[in-house]
């Protein structure tokens, strides 16, 4: 059974898209924090020196005389009207005894208070406002003062005015930013697609094709990053290219292996027809099912290498299995033929039980062919052996006969499909048996090599697989 495969796809340019989109909204909100302190501060600026002319104008107005502090505080300093808002006043004056001379009791100055000669600017909270303050220290020269004789002037507005010009400064300031990240965005998504145009064109191309076209993709005018992904298709399409020609020689070659007996039964059947004496007609019959029996072993030797390609699939249906057991059921059964030529058949194994991972059927296939050439191939009483030995992690199988042998050269062609040597005695074969023997053995990553057989006659068979895992 194969795996499900779970599909799971992605977009790459969504992939990019939403990989820049955290960080670019990172930059937005650092850039915006910075635009608005700077709109902030320059809101400050402006309204901080009315706010310090205020502060100013009641200074002048602060006296003493023989330890008598008189405070006028002029009307012009308290009517703050600001970018069209009338702003609330608030302000205390604070005697060198730290008392409040006069304004707001509760305003009170801010702890940190420093004693410059300008004034000193802070926000802060009052009434529930939020207000912005000046502070400011002014000596009055009179010896008569007791506790010194500074007095603090405190001085404060409402800062809604400032919030507004700070807010339609940091929008001005915002929109053109929007526009160039607006602009940006756009340019990443028409890079984005310019970028993976080439992905595709190759898709394109490929799709376009005649389905009869398995010629190479072409590389040229493609991208680096996109070439191994054409080196693999093109790999690809070689080896399709390659199954299908085999494919079409095999189709044709059958073709052709089956016309001969049907001609040869055609022939055999009219002669028989043409025949009047009993006997006669009974030696024909006999021959057309000769003719017949060997036919049917040919079609069902295609059906069983048919099974035996892996692009089939049916092969990769394994399991664990006794192959002592196996060879030993094969040997049985092919026992009457070598009864029938007098061959001394034996079978020597060096465990009782050895096990692999297979197809059962399919393996009995491949032993009884390879059975069945050297029972075949092998004068009547000869001697064919099945010897079974492990080495490390493999099984190693060697069938061994006396008879014909195959010539050094021709061992590598006889694997071949329908490939026979010329001038062999039997005839009934179709020269399928070995092609078939190594297609079921590549299937179990196995190994088959030809050799001499004993005392430098015959032939010996030997196949490897690798056992199962305990
Ligand atoms: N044990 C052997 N001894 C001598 N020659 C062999 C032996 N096994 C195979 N051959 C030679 O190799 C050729 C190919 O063998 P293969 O089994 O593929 O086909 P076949 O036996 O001719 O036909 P098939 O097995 O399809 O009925 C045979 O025709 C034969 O000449
Ligand atoms: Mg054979």
């Known amino acids: 059974m194969k795996a499900e495969v779970v599909q799971r796809t992605y977009s790459l340019r969504k992939r990019v898209a939403w990989r820049l989109i955290p960080p670019l909204a990172i930059i937005l909100a650092l850039n915006a924090f910075w635009s608005y302190k700077s709109a902030m501060d320059a809101a400050n600026s402006a309204y901080d020196r009315s706010l310090t002319a205020s502060l100013k104008s009641v200074a002048e107005n602060i006296h003493s005389t023989g330890g008598h502090i008189s405070v006028d505080i002029p009307y012009s300093a308290l009517d703050i009207f600001e970018g069209g808002v009338q702003e609330h006043v608030y302000y205390a004056i604070i005697g060198p005894d730290g008392l409040h001379l ?74 053109p930013q929007l526009l160039l990240i607006t602009v940006g965005l756009l340019l990443v998504i028409i890079v984005l697609r310019s970028a993976f145009r080439p992905l595709l064109d190759v898709r394109n191309t490929i799709r376009q094709r005649n389905e009869e076209d398995l010629t190479p993709v072409s590389q040229s005018n ?55 004496d009993p006997e006669e007609m009974r030696i024909t019959f006999t021959s057309l099912l000769d003719t017949i029996r060997s036919t049917r072993r040919m079609a069902n030797q295609m059906l069983t290498l048919a099974r035996a390609e892996p692009a089939n699939g049916l092969i990769q249906e394994f399991s664990r299995l006794d192959f002592v057991e196996l060879v030993r059921d094969v040997a049985g059964e092919l026992a009457v033929l070598a009864l029938k030529k007098n061959i001394d058949l034996s079978f020597e194994a060096s ?116 056992l199962a895992s305990p």
């Not at 092998?378 to 030995?389: A, E, F, I, K, P």
């Not at 080495?391 to 490939?419: M, N, T």
Request: glycine share 8%; aromatic share 8%.
């Open 351 to 466: 465990a009782t039980v050895v096990f692999i991972n297979g197809n059962a059927t399919m393996l009995r296939e491949m032993v009884s062919n390879l059975v069945d050439n050297a029972l075949r191939y092998t004068q009547d009483n000869g001697h064919v052996t099945l010897c079974m030995s492990m080495a490390d992690d493999l099984v190693v199988l060697r069938i061994v006969d006396d008879g014909s042998g195959i010539p050094e050269v021709e061992r590598e062609k006889v694997f071949q499909r329908f490939y026979r040597i010329l001038g062999q005695s039997d005839s009934v074969g179709g020269g399928l048996g070995l092609a078939i023997v190594r297609e079921i053995c590549w299937a179990h990553r196995g190994q088959i090599r030809l050799g001499e057989g004993r005392d430098g006659r015959g032939l010996a068979a030997e196949i490897s697989l690798p």
């Open 222 to 276: 493609v991208p680096n990053e996109l070439l191994p992904l054409i080196d693999a298709i093109n790999y690809h399409m070689d080896r399709l290219e390659k199954l299908l020609q085999a494919r079409r020689r095999f189709l044709a070659d059958a073709a052709h292996q089956i016309r001969t007996p049907l001609t040869v039964l055609g022939t055999q059947a009219e002669y028989g027809q043409r025949q009047t």
């Open 102 to 175: 006069t304004g707001y009791d509760d305003l009170l100055p801010p702890y940190w208070k420093s004693s410059s000669v300008e004034p000193t600017m802070v926000d802060m909270s009052f009434r529930r406002q939020l207000i912005r303050m000046g502070t400011f220290d002014k000596r009055l020269y009179d010896p008569e003062l007791v506790g010194g004789d500074t007095v603090t002037i405190l001085f404060a507005e409402t800062t809604e005015a400032r919030s507004r010009l700070a807010f339609s400064l940091f929008l001005d300031s915002l929109r």
